[in-house]
């Protein structure tokens, strides 16, 4: 029986790494994380010298934020996105679509896609926009023909079979319930950080982010017991040769471009950390 060598186990690696990445990109909800990579509770580890572990498995959870009853015919229904790029704006072409959300990647996701949709149905749960969204959006939305925008509003269903087909949302001002056939949902509701299984192990902030770097303070460091005389490098966790990029981390700007352009930062403190 054939054995593989070092160089063979890298490249395979290698291999799963690119296509871990290549679904995060397409499906939004993954980004790259890890111990180098964290990702999330469910996931595949892959030992590479210092203790580095590849995710195959969301790290973020992007919620609908929805108390809905949800009727799927098949795992995960078509017709449901979690980012807006030139593919979902071509799907969407001439029919309703609703985003779900009140922060700047829902105003720009509504702004983008009403240059398709027949028409945008923003969403949002709260009394209006101007706590969470930019001025310049608020404003182009409100001005905006093919932009209807329902605050203190949730969605309460979603239904189909292979497709969405239809959407129930409810208007939490006097309690009415619509139904409309609309097929595509982006949600931008927001995050939450999958690391429950770290706890114990890395520090991480009140909503489970995980805490590196400068963003570790003193007592962060004393309750790990860090055990070396320098401090963390810029992405590196509480514990010495763990670092974490992408969504997961505390205070990462939580898109795609940012978690690579950490990924390659990461990547030359692990070299330097290997030398120490």
């Known amino acids: 029986m054939a054995t593989l060598n070092t160089l063979d ?28 990579l964290i990702g999330g509770g469910r996931m595949s580890w892959l030992p590479v010298g210092l203790s580095l572990m590849a995710a195959l498995n969301s790290g ?43 922060g700047n990647s829902a105003g720009q996701a509504a702004v983008f896609l009403s240059q398709t949709a027949r028409r945008v149905h923003m969403l949002v749960r709260s009394e209006g926009l101007a706590t969470t969204m930019s001025r310049y959006l608020i404003r182009r939305i409100e001005e905006h023909p093919r932009i209807d925008l329902r605050v203190r509003t949730e969605i309460v269903a979603l239904d189909g079979t292979n497709h969405l087909e239809r959407v ?42 995980i805490k590196t770097g400068p963003r570790l303070s ?22 010495p040769g763990v670092f974490a990029v992408g969504d997961v981390r505390e205070g990462s700007l939580k898109r795609v471009a940012s978690a690579v352009g950490e990924g ?6 692990v070299h330097q950390v290997l030398h120490e």
């Open 264 to 269: 390659s930062i990461a990547i030359a403190f």
């Open 168 to 209: 129930s949302w409810r208007d939490d001002s006097n309690g009415k319930i619509e139904i409309h056939d609309i097929r595509h949902v982006f949600v931008m509701a927001g995050a939450m950080p999958n690391t429950h299984w770290l706890e114990g192990c890395v520090a991480q902030d009140e909503n489970g982010f």
């Open 9 to 36: 186990l890298l490249i395979i690696i290698g291999y799963l790494l690119v296509l871990a990445a290549i679904g995060s990109f397409f499906s939004r909800r993954q980004s790259s994380l890890a111990t180098f």
């Open 60 to 102: 973020i959870d992007y919620l609908m934020q929805a108390s809905a009853t949800i009727k799927f015919g098949v795992v995960l229904l078509a017709g449901v996105y979690y980012g807006a790029t030139f593919i979902e704006a071509q799907l969407c072409g001439g029919e309703d679509v609703i985003v779900v959300g009140g």
């Open 218 to 239: 003193p007592e962060d460091l004393a309750a790990a017991n860090w055990p070396l005389t320098r401090t963390p490098h810029l992405l590196e966790t509480s514990l």
